[in-house]
Antibody
Framework: EVQLVESGGGLVQPGGSLRLSCAAS????????MSWIRQTPGKGLEWVAH????????YYVDSVKGRFTISRDNAKNSLYLQMNSLRAEDSAVYYC????????WGQGTLVTVSS | DVMMTQSPLSLPVTLGQPASISCRSS???????????LNWFQQRPGQSPRRLIY???KRDSGVPDRFSGSGSGTDFTLKISRVEAEDVGVYYC?????????FGQGTKLEIK
């Protein structure tokens, strides 16, 4: 079964950091582009970051550039999102998603930035 | 950024009747490779989004053939030929021709 499982979300104060992880199974992870996408009731769905199969190409939405870092470990079938200098507007459900050979989304992990 | 505008935002439909959702982009989605990367997603209540359609009109594996996509350039449509109860949810268009990839606001389909 193709599956993505996110972890690492939680409550963090403004200015703080969190590291999200996404564990992939059921498909050839190293063959897929991977993404982090977030969802809020107010802003809807927003693509946060995107990384190519070997990590050679990385894209970020402007609002997170310089604060978030996407990375992957193909040996561990895992995707990561390091989030620093968090703001209230970063509060959202964060999904990891795969593209190409397998197109699927995880169940999401909730990030709440609040004092 | 490419703005994706969906209409209607709310779509009450009688079971067995057809449904149609429009999506317009603020610029052409024809990629430099000649392809148009317009996708449709379904998000059922309490679930993650699931892709139904990619490259305007190609159905993903397991998607019922009552779902179809069409369009070109900046105007796209998702049609459901006969709505079933399991189709309730929010539908999003999404362009992946240009970075950043962007989503429409979503269309909530409900049963009358």
């Amino acid at each position: 079964e193709v599956q993505l499982v996110e972890s690492g979300g939680g409550l963090v104060q403004p200015g703080g950091s969190l590291r999200l992880s996404c564990a992939a199974s059921g498909f050839t992870f190293k063959n897929c582009w991977m993404s982090w996408i977030r969802q809020t009731p107010g802003k809807g769905l927003e693509w946060v970051a995107h990384i190519s199969q070997e990590g050679s190409y990385i894209y970020y939405v402007d609002s997170v550039k310089g604060r978030f870092t996407i990375s992957r470990d193909n040996a561990k079938n895992s995707l990561y999102l390091q989030m620093n200098s968090l703001r209230a507007e970063d509060s959202a459900v964060y999904y990891c998603a795969s593209w190409g050979e397998a197109v699927t989304w995880g169940q999401g992990t909730l990030v709440t930035v609040s004092s | 950024d490419v703005m994706m505008t969906q209409s209607p935002l709310s779509l009450p439909v009688t079971l067995g009747q057809p449904a149609s959702i429009s999506c317009r982009s603020s610029q052409s989605l024809v990629n430099s490779d000649g392809n148009t990367y317009l996708n449709w997603f379904q998000q059922r209540p309490g679930q993650s989004p699931r892709r139904l359609i990619y490259e305007v009109s190609k159905r993903d594996s397991g998607v019922p053939d009552r779902f179809s996509g069409s369009g070109s350039g900046t105007d796209f449509t998702l049609k459901i030929s006969r709505v079933e109860a399991e189709d309730v949810g929010v539908y999003y268009c999404m362009q992946s021709s240009l970075w950043p990839h962007t989503f429409g606001q979503g269309t909530k389909l409900e049963i009358k």
